[in-house]
């Protein structure tokens, strides 16, 4: 399921924010088994930043967007998850929970070598289970590579082309390459 390391398992989502906010470091919680979560790199950093700056720039009235310390709540029929993704986006006035977000509109990931796979499968998985999401876009950061999955298109796969805008309709912004990746070489 996961390449990440399990910190504490068998605890409660109580036992899991209490835990969080005793420890410096990050843990996603998925079905009562904690996982720390690995530092990001400066080129992760910058692009998920460059992203955040731009879509909070340009972002619909009543929308909020977070970067990355930011939890998203998921529950379903496997369970209550909880993850850190790199930008949420939520437009829901009724999604202002102190702890988490659980109603995003929009999601986005800066994958690595050893987060693709969770992105592409594990979170691709839970984060279409929310009724809100209209679209989650995984940002290459090794390479120039961004896929986009839409609701609108039962989650199929789409992917830009190096000289393509990333556009974003659940949130009417367009954002260009070059913008998310601003001062990244490859």
Not at 6 to 11: E, F, I
Not at 61 to 81: N, Q, T
Not at 85 to 103: A, G
Not at 139 to 166: C, F, H, S, T
Request: charged share 25%; hydrophobic share 40%.
């Amino acid at each position: 399921m996961s390449d990440r390391a399990v910190v504490l398992p068998s605890m409660t989502p109580q036992e899991y924010f209490a835990f969080e906010e005793k420890t410096p470091l990050k843990h996603e919680f998925l079905d009562g088994v904690v996982y720390a979560m690995v530092g990001a790199s400066i080129r992760h950093n910058t692009i998920s930043l460059n992203i955040a700056v731009a879509l909070r720039a340009k972002k619909p009235r009543g929308c909020e967007v977070f970067i990355s310390d930011v939890k998203l709540k998921v529950k379903h029929a496997a369970g209550e998850f909880y993850y850190y993704p790199d930008v949420v986006v939520s437009c829901s006035q009724s999604d202002r929970d102190p702890l988490f977000r659980e109603q995003p509109a929009l999601l986005i990931e800066v994958a690595s070598p050893s987060t693709a796979r969770t992105d592409r499968e594990e979170k691709l998985n839970a984060y279409q289970q929310i009724p809100s999401l209209s679209e989650y876009v995984i940002v290459g950061q090794d390479q120039p590579l961004i896929e986009i999955y839409r609701r609108r298109n039962n989650w199929a796969r789409e992917v830009l082309k190096p000289d393509e805008d990333l556009v974003l309709e659940s949130v009417t912004i367009t954002l260009s390459q070059a913008q998310i990746y601003e001062e990244i070489s490859f």
